[in-house]
């Protein structure tokens, strides 16, 4: 039995959620090497322009279908422009990781329940391949 199908905008969907996971993942690589150059107290002050850089085309790409998660994302923002000591921000910044991606994760899950596309049977009909 093949996976249930989605429709257009499902569809659609299911890609911006696919775009949204690899600059996410990209995102989780700069925070995780802020974090590993903290630690070995090496410089970190280029991690918040990369990270500024990294967040801001996810923004833009959930913005017009998923609204709360791109605000979530933009909060995110705030925390790597905002004075602090460095552990807190990396802290904050892989907390927002783990969130987004289960947000993400749960969208997914959405959208399958939202949008399959449900084929009736009709007595009578043909079968596709006969």
Do not use: C, W
Request: avoid cysteine.
């Amino acid at each position: 039995m093949a996976g249930a199908k989605l429709d257009g905008a499902g569809i659609q969907k299911m890609k911006t959620i696919d775009e949204a996971v690899i600059q996410l993942a990209r995102l989780h690589a700069i925070v995780e090497q802020y974090a590993l150059s903290l630690k070995q107290n090496k410089p970190t002050s280029l991690y918040g322009s990369q990270i500024k850089r990294a967040l801001f085309p996810l923004v833009g790409l959930l913005k017009p279908q998923f609204g709360l998660i791109a605000d979530q994302v933009a909060a995110m923002n705030l925390v790597t422009s905002r004075g602090g000591p460095d552990n807190t921000k990396v802290r904050t910044l892989r907390e927002g990781v783990g969130s987004l991606r289960q947000q993400l994760e749960i969208a997914v899950v959405r959208i399958k329940d939202n949008h399959k596309v449900v084929q009736e049977v009709v007595e009578g009909a043909r079968k596709p391949g006969e």
